[in-house]
Each structure stands twice: as structure tokens, then as C-alpha cells.
């Protein structure tokens, strides 16, 4: 059993592989929060709850001035009853008042995990991997029932934590916010890691200390965003990749999220994460429900490495599905960079036919092969196919690069429509709006207003008859812009401000039911790149195009950052044309090619345009990642040098059975007169003699990790290395 019971204390000991997690059944039926850490055989209350009188701090009960919730460490606050810290939710009355008062009323153990119905969560694929709790708290006075579930995973160091309210009284209750799980800490010498960011340059790593009052990361656009990941980890002040612990929380969802951690004026810290209570709630009527989506909470006791490495097993093996999660994902070549929306069929097949001389296994229609679609001011919703472009059809297209030896993959964004388009023509109440409020665009497109089934099910039909009729083994699924004037013409005027969660669902639906529909075909989704790389979506789609921006020296940050919570797996990048793109910066085909090759690896640029020479360094190049293609992506990845603090960026991926692994070094900028350089790598067999291939050298795990090995002086700006180590 990892979820025992205590009869005599009412306390909770929840195991997770290495973690416990402790909480108690407190005076009157508060549920107080205990422990949260390195596994602990027995408990037996060491650090017992302590009570005394303090100023400004109310009592529920007058005769005990001892005891208050603003000074009890709580597992879900709610409002009103003494605590002033952040509620965990809210609920407004039919008497416009917003107290309540949640006490503990039964529980249940459940073998397994229960998913969770219309949302993305982690899995189990037999019961005997986890074990459940579920705690119900009731409010008797108003009828609301709140359960609380927790999983604990047996082979990982992860607690799992959603919440369902219940409303069993006779009116209606209104929730105005609802997190997932909070955790409240008896101590605040913390930091505070989160992945802020913006288009071309997301999930950039912040190291923030804690001070008294709040601090918080969120979305109000209506999805996940470039600008803030639904990630936040506390971390003691001495924590690194290899020391120190670690309370991190990542979000299984895709929409509008706020994490919040507050500094009380006792020094406890209370962490927060959920859905976004901004311009959000919910009409929970007489015998109704609501879930919240799911939190993962994981624990390290050493570092940031040990935590990533739960988060990738976790998030490969049992968040993402599919006869995809465990196979090698493609090298591909997309027309995108080289094309834009000036193509025809006759370009589309030259490129392809370079692509699979040079060794390239799939071939990636981007935008621009649909209704009229010769910019990006049209068509978004007509998904037919432009004859003017390929006359012969997608069906035709498509075989007769499969008749390369080639797949076909095709770009879709099919939760956008145009203005200039026949599907907004025919109903134009079907975008997210607000009557008689203009209609911002973004792009020059508006969105699809998913809470609405019939849309949902126009676009499912729509994109089915595309996937149906051509030989069609990958999609990009794109998701260009924020969310403005928040509205669905179909909700009635107490229930507006459940649309963008309501738009989640239907978005969940959707891709629930074209990724089930068509199982072999791989999806990648995309928001611009990486401005909706977020757990939810991985549970459909388990690779993520990382960022818009495929300049090599920028992807540095933008790679390091994701994978402190996203595996390589989940991760799409690409060699580009120079000057780059997006910022015009000039560096050579290796070392764009080095930091695509640790990720899903592909090319985006005509290939068709390109020299003798280059053309032999992408076979090379291609050639190189089939052989470390396991590696890299199934692989043990570690962080060795960071690109946020040093000139020089370092990385290892190493096999699961230690047997083989790649270094990558990229320096960024040449100093004069720099000194010898040394990396000390990570994972390896100690006993392990390991061969640098290439370059006539051997040596064993231990001294490689503990004495390092040296790096070759490169000269000039933008150089790197990647070496491939095998076991002799």
C-alpha cells in the first residue's frame, strides 16, 4: 500500500517511489498539511502542529484563541473563516456572499487512477502502479461537496492532484475559482524557478527568491502562452542540477492558468496552481458537477536534474499516447522557410525529391494548400484543396511522394477562421465574439468558437475528410493567435464566462476524437511554435514544434529552458536557411545542425537552392542522427553548462542502458586569449570504458564525470562539438 491511514491521528501518508506526502484530519475536521519530501518510513509527528495566540488572526471557535486558520497549514483553503492568505476556490451564493466552510467528511482508497473525464491527465496502465485518495469535504450549510484526489505513483516521485466540486444543495452555487492543489509550506527560504517568455524566445529560465506577499505566473489568452509556462518550482537556496530539494508543480492543461505563491507574515509559503479565476466561472446548478484539470506535483532531493528526469519518464510513458510515444519520430523536411505560400505542385515534389537523396524520411506540406490561401489574410476554415496549387489533389500528391519512399505530413490550424473565408461568410457567429463589440484580429484571423458542438463537429468532419482521402501519416496542427473579446453567441448571459474553459473542452474533444480516429498518423502541434507546449496538449500529440525561432544560437535558451519539464521526445527542431529568419543572425550548417539534432530533427529551407557541399554536410548530418536518433530521444538527457549564465552551452543525452551517449558543446561568441575548457559529464557507467568516436580515444565513466574531459579550442563565434561516446 502507498496510501495508509492513521485511525488514532487521522493522518494521511501518502508514498510515492522515494517521496511521502503527509497531511491530517485537524481540529474540527480542517485538513492540515504536514510534510511534503524525502521518503519517510514512519511518521510520527516530529513536527506536530503548533498553536498559539496571535493578534489579528480570528478563531472559528471564540473559547480556543489558539487556533486560526490564517496560521494553519492548510491542504485546500477556502475563504472567509478566518484564513486571509489566497483560497484555493471561492463560491459565490445565490445571496451574492462568497463564505464558506469545507470540513472533512470520508474517504476512499482506489487501486489505479481514475482519468479524468473530458480532460488530458497522467495514466496508469495497470492498477497496480498507483494508488488514489479520494477526500470528501463537505459544506453542509449550502450542500457542496469538494473531492479531493490524490495519486501516488509507485515508480515515480509523484503526487497527482485535481479537485471536483459537487453541488448538492437545492440552489445554485457560482465558483469563482478553482485550483487544482495547493501546498502550504512551513518555511519560505525558497527560490522560485519559472519559464517566462515571449514568441521567438519562450521558456527562458527565471530564479527569483522568495519575499513576503505574492508572486505569480499565468495566462488570461486563452492558452498556455509563450509568456509564461504552467510551471513553477520551489527550490532551496543551495539547489542545482545535482543538489538540493525541489516541490515542482507543472499543469495539465492548455488554457487559462494562474500559479501563485504566497509569503504569509509568519513565514510559511502557500502554493497555488489552477485554472485562471481572472474573468472565469461557473454556474454549478442543483446536482452538478465540475473537475478541475489535473497538477503534477514531483519531488526531488537532488536537484533540477533528478526532477527533469521524472517529469521526461513521466510525460513520455504515461501523459503521452499512442502508437507514436514510443517510436522513433521521423527526420523531416518542411517546405515552410523555402516556399512561404509561393508554391505548386511541381516545387512541392522537387523539393521532396532532394529530401529523400539526401536521405530524408518525411515530407511536411506547411501553409498555403487550401480555399485561396496565397497570404495569410485568407481561407483559415476552408480546408479544401486549392487546385490553382496542386491541380492533381493532395490524394496524388501525397502518393506520389510516397512513391519516394517518403511519408507525407500536411499543416493544419483548425481552430481558426478568416474573415475572407466561405466557412465565415456562411456563419459568422461562429468565431468568439461579443455582440455589438468589434472583432479584433489577430493575423488577420478570428477563432473558431469551440464551446459550441457544432462547430466542433464541422471541423472534425472537415479535417477527417482531408486525413481520409490521402495517404497522410503526419499533421502540424497550428494555433495562431490570443484570445480577445471572450464571448460565445451560444452561452446565455450567467454562463459567459465559462467560455474560454468551455473552449478548452471542446478543444480537448476535438482532438480526442481526430487523434483516436487516425491513429497512425503523427501529430506535432504548433502555437506560433512553442506558445501552447504544455502537458495537456502533449496527451494528444506528443511532439511540439519548440519555437518559430530556428536560429541555433537562440534555440540554446529556448531548448535548455523546455527541458527542465519536456522531454526530448516532445521536442521539434529544425536546420534553417541564413541569415536566419527571425533574427538574421549567420552561423554555419554544423552547428545549426548540432543543436537541431538534439531534438526531433529536421530541415526547413529550400534544399533545392543549396551548394555541393552543403548538400554532403546534411547528408552527413542525416545520416549521424539515424545513428543516434534512440539516443537522443528515448534517451537520459542532462544539462552540463547553461546557456543563461556562460558563453558556452553543454548538453548529454546517454542510452537507457548506459551503453552509449552524444555530447553537445556550442560556444557562442570567441574571447580572446580564453582559457582551456573541461566538462565533466553525467549518467555514464563508471565501470564503462567509453570510446569517443572519431577521435582515437577511450575512457572510463568515472573519469569522465569526476575529472572531465577537455574541450578543442574552437575558433570563432558560433562553434560546437558532438561527440557520440560508445561502450568498448
Known amino acids: 500500500m502507498s496510501i495508509s491511514f492513521c485511525e488514532t491521528t487521522r493522518t494521511f501518508h501518502l508514498k510515492a517511489n522515494n517521496t511521502s506526502y503527509i497531511f491530517q484530519v485537524a481540529k474540527d475536521g480542517y485538513l492540515a498539511h504536514l510534510y511534503w519530501g524525502k521518503k519517510i518510513n514512519e511518521y510520527s509527528h516530529s513536527n506536530e502542529l503548533r498553536f498559539a495566540d496571535r493578534a489579528f488572526s480570528g478563531n472559528p471557535v471564540a473559547e480556543d484563541r489558539t487556533f486560526s486558520l490564517d496560521t494553519l497549514p492548510q491542504e485546500y483553503p477556502s475563504f472567509g473563516h478566518t484564513d486571509y492568505r489566497n483560497p484555493a476556490f471561492q463560491i459565490q451564493l445565490e445571496n451574492g456572499t462568497t463564505v464558506t466552510d469545507l470540513r472533512y467528511s470520508s474517504h476512499k482508497l482506489i487501486n489505479g487512477k481514475p482519468n479524468l473525464e473530458g480532460l488530458p491527465s497522467t495514466y496508469v496502465e495497470s492498477d497496480d502502479e498507483a494508488e488514489t485518495l479520494e477526500i470528501t469535504l463537505k459544506d453542509d450549510l449550502i450542500g457542496l461537496t469538494v473531492i479531493l484526489s490524490y495519486t501516488a505513483f509507485h515508480q515515480f516521485d509523484v503526487i497527482t492532484r485535481s479537485v471536483r466540486f459537487v453541488n448538492e444543495g437545492k440552489t445554485n452555487l457560482i465558483l469563482l475559482k478553482a485550483a487544482s492543489g495547493n501546498v502550504d509550506f512551513r518555511a519560505s527560504e525558497f527560490d522560485l524557478i519559472s519559464l517566462p517568455g515571449a514568441w521567438g524566445r519562450e521558456r527562458h529560465v527565471a530564479r527569483t527568491e522568495l519575499r513576503p506577499g505574492i508572486q505569480s505566473i499565468e495566462s488570461r489568452r486563452g492558452a498556455s502562452s509563450h509568456q509564461h509556462n504552467p510551471f513553477m518550482a520551489l527550490v532551496s537556496k543551495e539547489t542545482n542540477e545535482d543538489y538540493g530539494d525541489v516541490f515542482a508543480f507543472s499543469f495539465v492543461y492548455s488554457g487559462n492558468f494562474l500559479g501563485t505563491v504566497e509569503v504569509d507574515q509568519f513565514g510559511y509559503s502557500r502554493a497555488t496552481m489552477g485554472i485562471n479565476p481572472f474573468d472565469f466561472s461557473w454556474l454549478l446548478e442543483p446536482d452538478q458537477s465540475f473537475q478541475t484539470p489535473e497538477v503534477v506535483m514531483v519531488y526531488s532531493a537532488n536537484g533540477l536534474s533528478e526532477m527533469s528526469h ?43 525529391r532532394h529530401g529523400k537523396e539526401l536521405g530524408i524520411e518525411l515530407f511536411v506540406l506547411d501553409d498555403g494548400w487550401f480555399g485561396k490561401r496565397d497570404d495569410d489574410t485568407t481561407s483559415l476554415g476552408d480546408w479544401f484543396v486549392d487546385k490553382r496549387k496542386l491541380p492533381n489533389g493532395l490524394e496524388i500528391l501525397a502518393q506520389s511522394i510516397r512513391d519516394m519512399d517518403m511519408e507525407f505530413g500536411l499543416w493544419f490550424e483548425p481552430e481558426m477562421v478568416s474573415v475572407d473565408s466561405e466557412l465565415y461568410r456562411k456563419h459568422p457567429d461562429w468565431c468568439i465574439h461579443v455582440p455589438k463589440r468589434r472583432r479584433s484580429e489577430s493575423r488577420q484571423q478570428l477563432i473558431l468558437d469551440y464551446s459550441r458542438q457544432e462547430v466542433c463537429d464541422e471541423i472534425i468532419n472537415r479535417v477527417s475528410d482531408i486525413l481520409k482521402n490521402a495517404p497522410i501519416t503526419y ?43 487516425f491513429p497512425h498518423i503523427l501529430f506535432e502541434s504548433c502555437s506560433g511554435g512553442g506558445g501552447r507546449f504544455d502537458p495537456g496538449i502533449l496527451y494528444y500529440m506528443p511532439q511540439t514544434w519548440t519555437s518559430d525561432n530556428t536560429d541555433a544560437i537562440s534555440r540554446l535558451k529556448i531548448q535548455y529552458g523546455t527541458s527542465f519539464v519536456y522531454p526530448t521526445s516532445s521536442m521539434g527542431a529544425h536546420v534553417s536557411a541564413v541569415p536566419n529568419h527571425q533574427v538574421n543572425r549567420i552561423t554555419s550548417l554544423e552547428v545549426r545542425g548540432h543543436v537541431a539534432m538534439s531534438g526531433n530533427f529536421g530541415y526547413e529551407l529550400d534544399i533545392t537552392q543549396l551548394s555541393f557541399d552543403e548538400r554532403e554536410t546534411m547528408k552527413e548530418q542525416i545520416n549521424f542522427y539515424k545513428k543516434i536518433r534512440t539516443i537522443i530521444q528515448f534517451g537520459n538527457f542532462y544539462r552540463l553548462s547553461s546557456p543563461f549564465t556562460n558563453n558556452h552551452t553543454a548538453w548529454l543525452h546517454v542510452s537507457q542502458d548506459q551503453s552509449e551517449a552524444v555530447l553537445t558543446y556550442v560556444m557562442v561568441l570567441a574571447e580572446p586569449n580564453d582559457p582551456f575548457r573541461k566538462i565533466r559529464l553525467k549518467g555514464l557507467d563508471p565501470t564503462k570504458k567509453y570510446q569517443i568516436c572519431g577521435e582515437g580515444k577511450s575512457f572510463y565513466g568515472d573519469e569522465l564525470m569526476n575529472v572531465g574531459i577537455n574541450i578543442p579550442r574552437l575558433n570563432g563565434d558560433f562553434k560546437s562539438i558532438m561527440w557520440r561516446l560508445k561502450s568498448e
Open 475 to 517: 499533421v502540424k496542427w497550428d494555433m495562431n493567435r490570443h484570445m480577445t473579446e471572450v464571448g460565445s453567441a451560444s452561452l446565455p448571459a450567467e454562463r459567459q464566462r465559462e467560455t474560454a474553459h468551455r473552449y478548452m473542452l471542446g478543444l480537448y474533444r476535438v482532438m480526442e476524437t481526430i487523434t483516436t480516429k
Open 310 to 352: 521524472t517529469f521526461h519518464r513521466l510525460y513520455q510513458t504515461r501523459l503521452c499516447r499512442g502508437e507514436f510515444r514510443d517510436k522513433n519520430r521521423p527526420i523531416l523536411i518542411n517546405n515552410w522557410e523555402a516556399t512561404y505560400f509561393n508554391f505548386d505542385e511541381g516545387k512541392i515534389k522537387e523539393i521532396a
